[in-house]
């Protein structure tokens, strides 16, 4: 199967085998190659001159929904002659949490072999929120590829205890450390019904603390202490990490 998000096709894995009880299927991430960083960006050579413009051909002429066919022809020039109002300069490559981008791949030595599954202990049993304690563990330590239902998240006290005027920290369930922050750039409303649409919690790359959270190659979100949190699905504004509920329902560091 596959997932298409904006221009850009990714690969999404499908599996072969039974689905554990209790778990889902439903959360892929998108393929990386080795060493890509986040966010995914493109470069000058995108939009070199082609045989129509910057492209191979012109815009089709049998456009859905009564668009326009000459408009996205002239769309791209206009792209290219005016400044785009969020256009960087050297200073978006300063020095951050990794290299030059807050946001940080890694490959399998994560997830290797520990005491507890890919963690050194269990998942906490005083979970926030009503969350399950073993179904957790399940997912955080004994898991790479499963998921809590969609919609889990709904079912459990966050809706109603979680703090809808400010931000809310979500802590690794297994280390209690500090892993996303959100709503970070938008509202509450917004990250709602983003996470609604989708059925898991979903943060951006500006709601993601780097300094504990690692995507594989894969798509596959995790802790550096070796938590399953869950999946990167970009969709076309950028980045979007689908995680578990039961996974970042810790109290916090004890």
């Known amino acids: 199967m596959q997932a298409v998000f904006s221009r850009r096709t990714y690969a999404v894995k499908t599996s072969v085998s039974a689905v554990p009880e209790g778990l ?20 000058e050579s995108l939009m070199k001159k082609k045989v129509h413009g910057t492209r191979g051909a012109p815009a089709q002429s049998n456009l859905r929904w009564g668009c326009d066919p000459q408009l996205p022809d002239k769309i791209p020039t206009s792209i290219i002659l ?35 599954g890919t963690s050194d202990a269990p998942a906490q049993s005083n979970l926030r929120w009503g ?23 709904t079912g459990t006290n966050f809706l109603k ?28 409303a917004e990250w709602e019904a983003e996470s609604r649409s989708h059925g898991w919690p979903s943060f951006r790359d500006e709601e993601v603390i780097w300094d504990d959270v690692r995507v ?11 938590t399953h949190l869950g999946h990167n699905l970009p969709d076309r504004t950028g980045n979007r990490y689908c995680i578990n509920l039961v996974s970042v329902a810790a109290q916090g560091k004890q």
């Open 216 to 226: 594989l190659p894969d798509g596959e979100t995790v802790s550096l202490a070796g």
């Open 82 to 116: 005016a400044p785009h109002p969020h256009l960087g300069d050297e200073s978006l490559m300063k020095k951050k949490a990794h290299g030059t981008s807050d946001a940080s791949t890694s490959d399998e030595s994560l997830m290797k072999k520990k005491a507890h």
């Open 161 to 188: 205890e979680v703090d809808r005027n400010g931000e809310t920290v979500f802590y690794d369930s297994n280390t209690g450390k500090s892993l996303f922050v959100a709503p970070r750039g938008r509202s509450f």
């Open 24 to 43: 889902s299927d439903g959360c892929k991430g998108a393929p990386l190659k080795p060493g890509t960083r986040l966010p995914l960006v493109g470069d």
């Open 131 to 153: 969350c399950d304690p073993q179904l957790a563990d399940k997912i955080c330590n004994f898991n790479r590829h499963y998921a809590e239902h969609s919609g889990y998240w």
